[in-house]
């Protein structure tokens, strides 16, 4: 069993609609929680980061944590063409800056 | 656009052959990690380098090492090339004295080896 579990999808929404990804983990110790976009051939983009349980809320985008279900999410409200891209969530335990866990990236296309 | 530079963005190597690639992280950050994405896949963690010495490493074998220079930048070296080892190989770098574990990614060195 992978120590994050992330559905590939593809994942097609129409443009405007809200779009929810999700991950699993298994590992009680992660305490950082990452969301990266990751464009086609491009490197990963730091979208949402968020320390232990709770959401966090940054223009459409919003990241919650449930720590207790070993799961996180991330919303996207009125989504556009420009958020076609891989979604990646990435985990960490404390004090390992930069040790991060991946999940398989799930991909998204917003049809306009 | 994150400040972290990787070169060469593109390299093609043929199997058996040795590679180098290099990274430069963000002002103000002191740690260098390493991974590897393959096609359709999350990145996978190489190592980490911390005050010129490597701290910490994922499942890779030996043929994959790494330096870390006085100004923080970093190379990947890679021996014995196998075609399995055709992929992304992106840098991140991160500040170890900061809370937080921000790590920010540079454009990533697709390799392909024949």
């Known amino acids: 069993q992978k120590e994050v579990e992330q559905d590939p999808g593809p994942l097609s929404v129409p443009e405007g609609a809200i779009v929810s990804l999700n991950c699993t983990y298994s590992?009680?110790?992660?305490?950082?929680f990452m969301w990266y976009r990751q464009y086609s051939r491009k490197g990963p983009e730091l979208l949402m980061y968020t320390y232990s349980s709770g959401n966090k809320e940054d223009g459409r985008f919003t990241a919650q944590v449930d720590k207790s279900s070993k799961y996180i999410s991330l919303f996207i409200r009125d989504s556009q063409p420009s958020d076609s891209a891989t979604y990646l969530c990435a985990m960490s335990v404390r004090n390992q800056g930069g040790k991060l866990i991946f999940g398989q990236g799930t991909e998204l296309s917003v049809k306009p | 656009e994150t400040g972290v530079t990787q070169s060469p963005t593109h390299l093609i190597k043929t199997r058996g052959q040795q590679v180098t690639l290099r990274c430069s992280s963000q002002s103000g950050h002191n740690t260098v990690s390493w991974y590897q994405q393959a096609l359709g896949q999350g990145p996978q963690f190489i190592f980490q380098?911390?005050?010129?010495?490597?701290?910490g490493r994922g499942n890779f074998p030996p043929r994959f090492s790494g330096l870390q220079f006085p100004n923080y930048s970093s190379e990947l070296n890679v021996n014995a090339l196998e075609l399995d080892d055709s992929a992304l190989y992106l840098c991140a770098s991160s500040n170890r004295q900061s809370v937080d574990t921000e790590a920010f990614f540079g454009q990533g060195t697709r390799l392909t080896v024949v």
């Open positions: 380098y911390y005050r010129e010495e490597e701290n």
């Open positions: 590992n009680s110790a992660f305490q950082y």
